[in-house]
């Protein structure tokens, strides 16, 4: 199964993310690892553009060929994005689960925004400006929506392992 994370930055995707990987055991594929890698092999500079994406639907594809479940996190803004992770399960003949990962709590959200740090060395963070000016696109289709404000991360994350349980994918023994 692929279960494709997206939302703004400083949402929950890459907490929410890294406890789903560690209780289901799937692959966590983290869009903003790739552009940093990317970055730093000296073949581009921020903002990378779509090669982060085109990568991670490479190897989200592979992994689910292998069998494996994958966690695709990343803002994921656009349409066409979502379409493309969406292409990957249908190409593997997997399930695709997408997630929309809110937090509504404006004052909340600007404060994890603030108070966050950087986890992958170089990886630029957008400041609160950035993130509720940036291009986002409303979703067009049905997706499952987390939204974190006011709870726990390990609440969160239930929630969603429960819909993945409904999906097909459990928790391992």
């Known amino acids: 199964m692929l279960v494709v994370l997206g939302g703004l930055p400083a949402s929950g995707k890459t907490t929410l993310a890294r406890l789903l990987a560690a209780r289901t055991g799937a692959v966590h594929l983290r869009v903003d690892t790739i552009e940093q890698a990317l970055v730093r092999s000296g073949l581009t500079r921020h903002p990378v553009g ?15 060929r292998q069998g494996l479940t994958v966690l695709a996190e990343s803002v994921n803004p656009l349409g066409v994005t979502r379409d493309a992770w969406r292409d990957c399960a249908v190409r593997a003949g997997v399930r695709c689960v997408e997630v929309e990962v809110v937090c509504s709590d404006a004052d909340e959200h600007r404060e994890r925004a603030r108070a966050r ?28 929506v987390v939204d974190t404000a006011g709870r726990t991360p390990e609440d969160s994350a239930a929630a969603l392992l429960a819909v993945m349980r409904t999906e097909g994918v459990r928790h391992p023994a």
């Open 117 to 144: 740090t950087v986890d992958v060395p170089g990886l630029p963070l957008p400041g609160w400006e950035q993130i509720t000016g940036r291009e986002y696109e409303v979703w067009a289709r049905d997706r499952v």
């Open 50 to 64: 779509p090669a982060g994406y085109v990568v991670g639907y490479a190897l989200a594809e592979e992994h689910l």
